[in-house]
């Protein structure tokens, strides 16, 4: 489907698809312990406004039955060997500064191949991916016909000054000229994979968007502009640049990139499944932000927006960097971001690389507690991925081709029932016919379940092993499952981690 065809067919179910959506609902909150709600909460309306929609229904099915994705973060930080994505930036001297804003006028990363990264994630068993098309540093990884008007010049002579520019500063302007989004989405199109763009409300690069997010050049009116800026002097320290404060037509400029930017990524590359959007901007600019969200909702009413920076406004959140303790206290669909080295970029260091156990014990109580898992991995400079990253992904796809039917398109089990005790996670099918039972250790020759009452009559089985297994219900101890005496061979086990039983039985509580 070409642009013009694509944005006739969505323009025209638009309003159809709106009206089929609530414009509000009392049981659509972040939870207060969400650290980017927090960072908005004094000037983002708790209930949307009116004419706002979320995402309809069968957008937030769908984003519950992934249940495991991965993140990409690639750019030019992988150049510079940045380990936490452009975060070093703002540590860096103004000389390293000018060095690191130059790398991209001799990237040409050979070794990228959207299609092998396509395959790589299906035979992994993932069912989306989030790539950044734009980190805070400002480099797009898409062809974006915006244009950067005034950027830093670190090497000026007395030090940083603002200069004007005329660039993209995208992958366009590198020796390599290839839209890596256009690329990657494409690809993903084919294998049926859903599409997560992941993009940075800040740009560090552009000067307009001063202060925002920390931006390396900062205002006298700072604090007013964006409250987190308060803290500024702990991320900046003795780098922080002062600038005059931005000018109303600067300010327009910078909306309207931004709002151009989020425009290109849902008209120029098909179906969207995800905007992940990051960090935030500002009370000044929000109403001009809240408009943004209204409009790219007319372009794809389906996607799910990703709620940092937009408060409730989003459709969904990301605890990052650890699973949450229990179950959320909210209806708000989740997915947590987790990297599988030390951060979410390329890690050069095999002994960095968590394992494949991690992986799966992870997603298994993850989606126990009612999420999704989310693996971080980044490819090095010429856009290749570490071996190790790489057999983790596809042993954890092995992994799931045995037990991934207590996994995708499950649910959790209502209450405090998806656990017993420290290694006992449960899920359960929509229709509430099976409860899927995940031991994390190997429980010897018996699994006691005290939650589950099995259905007279009914088998239970250990997914990947032919033969149903001996079961009674016991009244002091609850449902016993016997394990025969060949599977005490940890070589005759179906997998090696987190073994699951199908179980046609209802909860005891």
Same mark, same amino acid.
């Not at 790539?131 to 008007?149: N, Q």
């Not at 199109?189 to 599409?195: A, D, G, T, V």
């Given at each position: 489907?070409?642009?013009?065809?694509?944005?006739?067919?969505?323009?025209?179910?638009?309003?159809?698809?709106?009206?089929?959506?609530?414009?509000?609902?009392?049981?659509?909150?972040?939870?207060?312990?969400?650290?980017?709600?927090?960072?908005?909460?004094?000037?983002?309306?708790?209930?949307?406004?009116?004419?706002?929609?979320?995402?309809?229904?069968?957008?937030?099915?769908?984003?519950?039955?992934?249940?495991?994705?991965?993140?990409?973060?690639?750019?030019?930080?992988?150049?510079?060997?940045?380990?936490?994505?452009?975060?070093?930036?703002?540590?860096?001297?103004?000389?390293?500064?000018?060095?690191?804003?130059?790398?991209?006028?001799?990237?040409?990363?050979?070794?990228?191949?959207?299609?092998?990264?396509?395959?790589?994630?299906?035979?992994?068993?993932?069912?989306?991916?989030?790539?950044?098309?734009?980190?805070?540093?400002?480099?797009?990884?898409?062809?974006?016909?915006?244009?950067?008007?005034?950027?830093?010049?670190?090497?000026?002579?007395?030090?940083?000054?603002?200069?004007?520019?005329?660039?993209?500063?995208?992958?366009?302007?590198?020796?390599?000229?290839?839209?890596?989004?256009?690329?990657?989405?494409?690809?993903?199109?084919?294998?049926?994979?859903?599409?997560?763009?992941?993009?940075?409300?800040?740009?560090?690069?552009?000067?307009?968007?001063?202060?925002?997010?920390?931006?390396?050049?900062?205002?006298?009116?700072?604090?007013?502009?964006?409250?987190?800026?308060?803290?500024?002097?702990?991320?900046?320290?003795?780098?922080?640049?002062?600038?005059?404060?931005?000018?109303?037509?600067?300010?327009?400029?910078?909306?309207?990139?931004?709002?151009?930017?989020?425009?290109?990524?849902?008209?120029?590359?098909?179906?969207?499944?995800?905007?992940?959007?990051?960090?935030?901007?500002?009370?000044?600019?929000?109403?001009?932000?809240?408009?943004?969200?209204?409009?790219?909702?007319?372009?794809?009413?389906?996607?799910?927006?990703?709620?940092?920076?937009?408060?409730?406004?989003?459709?969904?959140?990301?605890?990052?960097?650890?699973?949450?303790?229990?179950?959320?206290?909210?209806?708000?669909?989740?997915? !947590? *971001?987790?990297?599988? %080295?030390?951060?979410?970029?390329?890690?050069?260091? &095999?002994?960095? @690389?968590?394992?494949?156990?991690? $992986?799966?014990?992870?997603?298994?109580?993850?989606?126990?507690?009612?999420?999704?898992?989310?693996?971080?991995?980044?490819?090095?400079?010429?856009?290749?991925?570490?071996?190790?990253?790489?057999?983790?992904?596809?042993?954890?796809?092995?992994?799931?081709?045995?037990?991934?039917?207590?996994?995708?398109?499950?649910?959790?089990?209502?209450?405090?029932?998806?656990?017993?005790?420290?290694?006992?996670?449960?899920?359960?099918?929509?229709?509430?016919?099976?409860?899927?039972?995940?031991?994390?250790?190997?429980?010897?020759?018996?699994?006691?379940?005290?939650?589950?009452?099995?259905?007279?009559?009914?088998?239970?089985?250990?997914?990947?092993?032919?033969?149903?297994?001996?079961?009674?219900?016991?009244?002091?101890?609850?449902? !016993? *499952?016997?394990?025969? %005496?060949?599977?005490?061979?940890?070589?005759?086990? &179906?997998?090696? @981690?987190?073994?699951?039983?199908? $179980?046609?039985?209802?909860?005891?509580?």
């Amino acid at each position: 489907m070409n642009r013009r065809d694509f944005l006739a067919t969505t323009a025209a179910l638009s309003a159809l698809r709106l009206r089929a959506n609530p414009s509000s609902s009392p049981d659509h909150h972040l939870p207060e312990t969400d650290r980017h709600y927090r960072r908005v909460k004094s000037y983002i309306e708790e209930t949307p406004i009116p004419e706002y929609r979320w995402a309809p229904s069968a957008a937030y099915e769908a984003f519950r039955d992934m249940k495991f994705g991965v993140r990409i973060h690639w750019g030019i930080y992988s150049v510079a060997g940045y380990d936490k994505e452009s975060w070093p930036f703002l540590t860096k001297s103004f000389p390293e500064r000018a060095q690191y804003n130059e790398i991209y006028k001799t990237w040409n990363p050979k070794g990228f191949d959207a299609d092998e990264w396509m395959n790589l994630f299906a035979e992994s068993g993932l069912k989306m991916f989030a790539f950044t098309t734009k980190h805070h540093e400002g480099f797009s990884m898409f062809d974006t016909k915006t244009r950067v008007r005034q950027r830093t010049n670190w090497a000026a002579p007395g030090g940083p000054k603002i200069e004007i520019c005329d660039l993209a500063y995208s992958i366009m302007e590198t020796p390599f000229k290839r839209d890596i989004v256009g690329e990657l989405s494409h690809a993903a199109h084919k294998r049926n994979l859903k599409i997560a763009l992941y993009f940075s409300h800040p740009d560090w690069y552009d000067a307009d968007f001063r202060p925002y997010a920390y931006h390396p050049l900062q205002v006298p009116s700072a604090v007013k502009l964006d409250p987190e800026m308060k803290n500024a002097k702990a991320r900046l320290d003795d780098r922080i640049v002062m600038t005059p404060d931005p000018t109303p037509a600067e300010v327009t400029r910078m909306m309207t990139r931004h709002r151009a930017q989020l425009t290109e990524l849902l008209t120029k590359y098909g179906h969207i499944d995800m905007l992940s959007l990051d960090q935030w901007l500002g009370p000044e600019v929000w109403p001009q932000l809240r408009q943004t969200l209204l409009d790219i909702r007319k372009i794809q009413p389906d996607v799910m927006l990703r709620a940092r920076g937009i408060g409730n406004y989003g459709d969904y959140y990301t605890p990052e960097g650890f699973v949450p303790g229990s179950k959320e206290n909210t209806n708000v669909p989740w997915m !947590v *971001i987790y990297p599988l %080295a030390k951060g979410f970029s390329y890690d050069a260091d &095999p002994e960095h @690389y968590k394992g494949t156990g991690w $992986i799966v014990n992870n997603l298994v109580d993850t989606v126990a507690k009612g999420g999704s898992l989310q693996v971080g991995v980044g490819p090095d400079a010429n856009g290749r991925f570490h071996p190790t990253a790489v057999e983790q992904l596809k042993e954890a796809g092995r992994w799931l081709k045995v037990n991934g039917e207590g996994i995708y398109a499950t649910r959790p089990r209502e209450g405090s029932l998806w656990q017993e005790g420290d290694e006992i996670r449960f899920s359960r099918t929509k229709d509430r016919r099976y409860i899927y039972a995940f031991a994390q250790k190997w429980p010897g020759t018996s699994l006691h379940l005290q939650s589950v009452t099995a259905k007279s009559g009914s088998q239970i089985h250990l997914l990947g092993f032919a033969e149903p297994l001996r079961w009674r219900q016991d009244p002091a101890t609850g449902l !016993v *499952i016997d394990l025969p %005496a060949n599977l005490q061979d940890e070589a005759k086990r &179906p997998c090696k @981690y987190a073994w699951a039983f199908r $179980i046609e039985g209802v909860d005891q509580t």
